[in-house]
């Protein structure tokens, strides 16, 4: 008899139990539906590709490609872009690349790896071209489209920007000492 006495209080004391607990949520602000589990959740991906070809000569340029991460936090990344003028990579350096025709492919390596949401890597290579050099079209991080076209940063003019004048600080309250006592 005594078992059923206790088996039969069980559902009580769980519903009590319930009770409680979803009164101290509704008191705290807290739902229901913010403590319910959901289903895997894809991380969030975004990136923004600055490709800047800093020196070029007849037969072969220099690019650095700047990969800021709009995202999620990254372990790892790989770049993809394509080339559409016969441009083939002979030296790099910040990524591991391979290509295949006009198809690019860099990856990081150990000491860059890790893009933080905001953070940026730098990367580079120096190219042969036959011809003509447009830029990539667009960049993928990840397999995921970085959105919008890649942004192109200019190359340096040699015209110096000036620099932007700093304000001076202004000395609060009266920049004169007080004349000392009895002197005055």
């Given at each position: 008899m005594q078992a059923e006495t206790q088996a039969g209080s069980l559902p009580t004391r769980r519903r009590r139990r319930e009770v409680l607990l979803a009164l101290a949520l509704a008191a705290s602000g807290v739902t229901a539906t913010t403590l319910t589990?959901?289903?895997?959740?894809?991380a969030a991906a975004g990136c923004r590709v600055s490709y800047t070809v800093a020196n070029s000569w007849r037969g072969g340029f220099t690019a650095n490609v700047s990969i800021t991460n709009l995202g999620d936090a990254?372990?790892?990344?790989?770049?993809?872009?394509?080339?559409?003028?016969?441009?083939?990579?002979?030296?790099?350096?910040?990524?591991v690349y391979t290509q295949t025709g006009g198809d690019v492919t860099a990856s990081n390596v150990s000491y860059n790896g890790s893009l933080a949401t905001g953070a940026s890597t730098l990367i580079g290579f120096i190219a042969d071209q036959p011809g003509?050099?447009?830029?990539?079209?667009?960049?993928?991080?990840?397999?995921v489209v970085c959105a919008g076209p890649p942004v192109p940063t200019p190359s340096p003019t040699g015209d110096p920007v000036p620099p932007v004048p700093t304000p001076s600080r202004t000395p609060i309250g009266d920049p004169v000492p007080p004349t000392p006592r009895g002197l005055a």
């Open positions: 589990a959901t289903g895997p959740a894809s990254l372990t790892s990344w790989r770049l993809t872009w394509s080339f559409t003028a016969g441009q083939t990579i002979l030296y790099k350096w910040n990524a003509a050099n447009p830029a990539p079209s667009s960049f993928a991080l990840n397999g």
